[in-house]
C-alpha cells in the first residue's frame, strides 16, 4: 500500500512541476508584454529617442553574421556527416565543434575585440559584430546540419550512386534538397539565438546607433535591440525616460522571439508535407 | 562528352575539398580563441603574483591589487544555486515529460520549453531587476535584494530548457524492455521511475547537468543586472557581489588595452574558457560511461 501512494504522490508533484513550469512561462509572458505592449506606438520606434535604428542593427547584424557562418558552417556540417572517416582528424574536429558550442558568448566577444577592434583596428563596428556573431552561428549550424543530413535514409544515397552520380551530384540534388526541412528548422534556430545575443555585441559592435535611418555602412558602429535593452536596464542615461524604452524594447524582442518560434514549426511542417506528398507519387 | 565528364569530375573533387576546408577552419577557430585569449590573459601574471590571483579577494586595480577570489566564489556560488533549484526541477519535468505526460501535454510543452529558450538573456536579465529582485528583497529582508540568490534564481530558469531537453532525450533512449521488466514486476511507476530508469539513464542526465552548469557559469548578461556589481567577497546570498562574467562587463570599458588591469579581465575570460573546456571532456567522459553500459 505504501508504495501504491507514493507512486499517487510522485504522480502529483511531477504535475505539480509541469505546472509550475507553464506557469513560469506564462508569468514571464503576461509581465514583458503587459508592462511593454502599451509603449509599442510609432513613437517608440521613430521618436527621438525612437528604436528603429537599433532594430534595423538587429537585422542587419544577424544577415550579415549569417552570410559569414553559413558556407562554413553548412560546409563542415556536410563534411562530418557524406565524408568523415572515422580517424584522428575528423575526431578532432567533432571535439572542437563541441567545445565551440560551450564557449561562453562574452570570450566570444572578447576574442572578437582582440582581433577586430583592436588588432584589426577597426574600432567598433556592425561588420566586427557579425563577424563575431558568426562564431558563435558556426557550431549550431555544423550540428544541426550533420543532424539533418543524417536523417536522410540511407538508401537515398546508394540508389543516387548506383545510378553513376558523383558524391557533389547526390548531396546537391538528393541529400540538400531531402534535408532541406531539418536544415531551415535549424538555421531560423541560429537566428533567434544571434537576434538576442548581446554580450559579443557590446565589445564588438558598440553601444552607439547611427542617426542616419538604414545606415548601411559595415564600419559604423551598430547597436542592436538587445544591447539597448541592457544599457537602458543597467545604466540608464539621467533625463530619459529609460524605463519605458526598456519595458517597450524587452516586449519587442519577445514578440521577435515568439515569431521566430512559429516559424521555426510551420514553414518546415508545410515543407516536409509538400515533399514527402511529391514523393510518394 | 569526355570534356564534361572531366567537368563534373572536378566538381566533385572542389566540393569535396571546400567541405573538408570548412570543417578545418572549424576547428582553427577554437584553437585562436584559446590562443588570443589565453595570451592576452595569461601576461597578467608579468605583473601580478599566480597565488594572489587566485587566493586574494582584494580587487582594487588602482592601488595594484588583483585578487579575483570574490568573482570566483561569485562564479560558482550563483551556478550551484542555480543548479540546485533548476536541476531538480528540470529533472522532473523531464520525466514527467518522458513517462507522463498525455500527448497533448506534450503538445504544449514542448513549444513552451522551446519558447524559454529562446528568450534573449538580457530578457531573462530585466525581468531579474523587474521581478526576481523585488522578491528576493521581501522574502530576506536585505536592502537591495541584488546578490547570488536573485542571480542563482534567474540562472536557474535559464538552464531549465537545457536540463529538460536533454534529460527527456536520456530517459527516451532507454530500450523499452527496461520498463516493460520492471513494470512485470509488480513495481509501481514510481518506482520504475526511480529505482530502474532515472539510474539507467543517468550518464545522460549527467551530462544535461554538467552542460547546463556550463551555461551558468558562461551566463553574463543576465547575471550582471541582477548580482549587484560590487567587486567584494559575497558575505551572504544577498549581498550585492560579482561573477567573473559580470564583472568583465562592468570593467572592460574603463580600461586601456593592454593594461595590467585589462590584461586581468581576459585572464577571466580564459578562466571561463578553460571551465567550458573542462566540461566538454567531463560529458565525453559521461557519455563514453554511458556508452560502454
Redesign the interface.
Known amino acids: 500500500m505504501k508504495?501504491?501512494q507514493?507512486?499517487r504522490?510522485?504522480?502529483m508533484?511531477?504535475?505539480g512541476?509541469?505546472v509550475?513550469?507553464?506557469s513560469?512561462?506564462v508569468a514571464?509572458l503576461i509581465?514583458?508584454l503587459g508592462?511593454g505592449l502599451p509603449f509599442l506606438t510609432s513613437d517608440f520606434f521613430n521618436g527621438p529617442d525612437g528604436v528603429r535604428g537599433q532594430l534595423f542593427n538587429s537585422f542587419y547584424i544577424l544577415f550579415l553574421s549569417l552570410v559569414f557562418s553559413m558556407?562554413?558552417?553548412?560546409?563542415?556540417g556536410?563534411?562530418?556527416s557524406?565524408?568523415?572517416p572515422k580517424t584522428k582528424l575528423?575526431d578532432?574536429?567533432r571535439?572542437?565543434?563541441?567545445?565551440?558550442a560551450?564557449?561562453?558568448?562574452?570570450?566570444?566577444g572578447?576574442?572578437g575585440?582582440?582581433?577586430f577592434v583592436?588588432m584589426l583596428g577597426l574600432g567598433f563596428t556592425i561588420l566586427g559584430g557579425a563577424a563575431t556573431l558568426a562564431?558563435l552561428n558556426?557550431?549550431i549550424l555544423?550540428r544541426v546540419t550533420e543532424e539533418s543530413l543524417q536523417a536522410v535514409p540511407r538508401s537515398y544515397r546508394e540508389a543516387s550512386l548506383a545510378l553513376g552520380a558523383?558524391?557533389?551530384?547526390t548531396?546537391r540534388k538528393v541529400i540538400l534538397p531531402t534535408a532541406l526541412p531539418g536544415l531551415i528548422t535549424g538555421i531560423t534556430l541560429v537566428a533567434?539565438?544571434a537576434?538576442?545575443?548581446?554580450?559579443i555585441l557590446?565589445?564588438t559592435a558598440g553601444m552607439n546607433v547611427s542617426r542616419k535611418l538604414f545606415d548601411i555602412n559595415p564600419f559604423a558602429a551598430g547597436e542592436t535591440l538587445?544591447?539597448h535593452?541592457?544599457a537602458a536596464?543597467?545604466n540608464p542615461l539621467p533625463g530619459t525616460n529609460a524605463d519605458q524604452i526598456?519595458d517597450g524594447t524587452?516586449a519587442l524582442?519577445?514578440i521577435m522571439?515568439?515569431v521566430?518560434?512559429l516559424f521555426?514549426?510551420i514553414p518546415s511542417r508545410w515543407l516536409q508535407k509538400r515533399l514527402l506528398g511529391k514523393n510518394k507519387v | 562528352m569526355p570534356h564534361r565528364k572531366s567537368w563534373?569530375?572536378f566538381?566533385?573533387r572542389?566540393?569535396?575539398y571546400?567541405?573538408?576546408?570548412?570543417?578545418?577552419?572549424?576547428?582553427l577557430?577554437?584553437?585562436?580563441?584559446i590562443w588570443?585569449?589565453g595570451m592576452?590573459g595569461l601576461s597578467t601574471f608579468r605583473e601580478v603574483s599566480i597565488f594572489e590571483f587566485f587566493t586574494s579577494s582584494k580587487w582594487s586595480p588602482d592601488s595594484g591589487q588583483f585578487g579575483a577570489l570574490s568573482f570566483i566564489a561569485g562564479s560558482i556560488g550563483t551556478t550551484l544555486i542555480a543548479i540546485l533549484l533548476g536541476g531538480p526541477?528540470g529533472l522532473?519535468?523531464a520525466?514527467?515529460?518522458a513517462e507522463?505526460?498525455p500527448p497533448w501535454?506534450r503538445a504544449?510543452?514542448r513549444?513552451?520549453?522551446?519558447?524559454?529558450a529562446?528568450?534573449?538573456?538580457?530578457?531573462y536579465?530585466?525581468?531579474g531587476?523587474?521581478?526576481v529582485v523585488g522578491l528576493t528583497r521581501k522574502l530576506t529582508n536585505s536592502p537591495t535584494g541584488y546578490g547570488m540568490l536573485a542571480a542563482g534564481i534567474v540562472l536557474a530558469?535559464m538552464i531549465?530548457p537545457t536540463v529538460?531537453s536533454l534529460s527527456e532525450d536520456a530517459l527516451r533512449a532507454l530500450p523499452g524492455t527496461y520498463k516493460e521488466a520492471s513494470l512485470a514486476l509488480g513495481?509501481?511507476?514510481?518506482?520504475t521511475?526511480?529505482r530502474v530508469l532515472v539510474p539507467a539513464a543517468s550518464p545522460g542526465i549527467l551530462t544535461a547537468i554538467i552542460?547546463a552548469m556550463?551555461r551558468a557559469?558562461?551566463?553574463?548578461?543576465a547575471v550582471?543586472?541582477v548580482i549587484g556589481n560590487s567587486p567584494r567577497f559575497p558575505s551572504s546570498l544577498v549581498s550585492p557581489t560579482s561573477t567573473l562574467?559580470s564583472n568583465?562587463?562592468m570593467e572592460?570599458g574603463n580600461t586601456p588595452?593592454g593594461s595590467t588591469w585589462n590584461n586581468a579581465?581576459?585572464l577571466m575570460?580564459f578562466i571561463?574558457?578553460i571551465i567550458?573546456?573542462v566540461?566538454?571532456i567531463l560529458?565525453?567522459t559521461a557519455s563514453r560511461k554511458g556508452a560502454s553500459h
Do not use: H
Open positions: 508504495a501504491r507514493a507512486d504522490f510522485a504522480t508533484m511531477l504535475w512541476v509541469a509550475l513550469i507553464l513560469l512561462l514571464f509581465q514583458i508592462r558556407p562554413v558552417g553548412l560546409g563542415a556536410i563534411y562530418m557524406e565524408y568523415a575528423t578532432i574536429i571535439l572542437s565543434t563541441e567545445s565551440l560551450t564557449v561562453p558568448s562574452i570570450v566570444f572578447l576574442f575585440m582582440i582581433v583592436n562564431l558556426l557550431p555544423v558523383t558524391m557533389w551530384q548531396i533567434g539565438r537576434l538576442g545575443e548581446t554580450a557590446i565589445f538587445a544591447v535593452l541592457f536596464k543597467s526598456a524587452a524582442l519577445i522571439v515568439i521566430f518560434n521555426l514549426t | 563534373v569530375y566538381n566533385d572542389l566540393s569535396r571546400l567541405f573538408i576546408s570548412s570543417a578545418v577552419l572549424v576547428s577557430i577554437i584553437v585562436c580563441i588570443f585569449v592576452q526541477i522532473a519535468g520525466v514527467f515529460l507522463m505526460a501535454v504544449i510543452m513549444p513552451a520549453t522551446d519558447l524559454f529562446g528568450i534573449p538573456s538580457v530578457v536579465g530585466y525581468v531587476i523587474t521581478v530558469i531549465l529538460i513495481a509501481t511507476r514510481w518506482q521511475i526511480r552542460l556550463a557559469i558562461g551566463e553574463t548578461m550582471q543586472m562574467t568583465i562587463v572592460m588595452f579581465l581576459f575570460a571561463l574558457l567550458a573546456l566540461m566538454i560529458v565525453r
